[in-house]
Nanobody, 124 residues
Framework: QVQLVESGGGLVQAGGSLRLSCAAS????????MGWFRQTPGKEREFVAA????????LYADSVKDRFTIFRDNAKNTVYLQMNSLKPEDTAVYYC?????????????????WGQGTQVTVSS
């Protein structure tokens, strides 16, 4: 069982930055690939970014590429999402997720454990 707790969401103006954190319980964090997803009311959960167990491989949605960076600190059992140049369309609840295995995936159904989410609101 893995428990994930997101933090770092909030209200920011367009063009601003936020860093989300996702702290994981357990001693096997380094064996889980991690992902960030987001969801707005009435829409399906959308892939944002994912990272391999070592951090050497990352994936990004086209909509966030070159603006967002995913990275992890296995010693702290934490994965981060650095979000720069935020746009109003980035407004959503952001979730982190974990999956057993080395490689990151875009598909939400590949992930076994989910956090409860953190709200990000970008004002224009």
């Amino acid at each position: 069982q893995v428990q994930l707790v997101e933090s770092g969401g909030g209200l920011v103006q367009a063009g601003g930055s936020l860093r989300l954190s996702c702290a994981a319980s357990g001693r096997t964090f380094s064996s889980y690939a991690m992902g960030w997803f987001r969801q707005t009311p009435g829409k399906e959960r959308e892939f944002v970014a994912a990272i391999s167990t070592s951090g050497g491989s990352t994936l990004y949605a086209d909509s966030v590429k070159d603006r967002f960076t995913i990275f992890r600190d296995n010693a702290k059992n934490t994965v981060y999402l650095q979000m720069n140049s935020l746009k109003p369309e980035d407004t959503a609840v952001y979730y982190c997720a974990s999956r057993g295995g080395t490689y990151p995936y875009l598909n939400a159904d590949r992930y076994n454990y989910w956090g409860q989410g953190t709200q990000v609101t970008v004002s224009s």
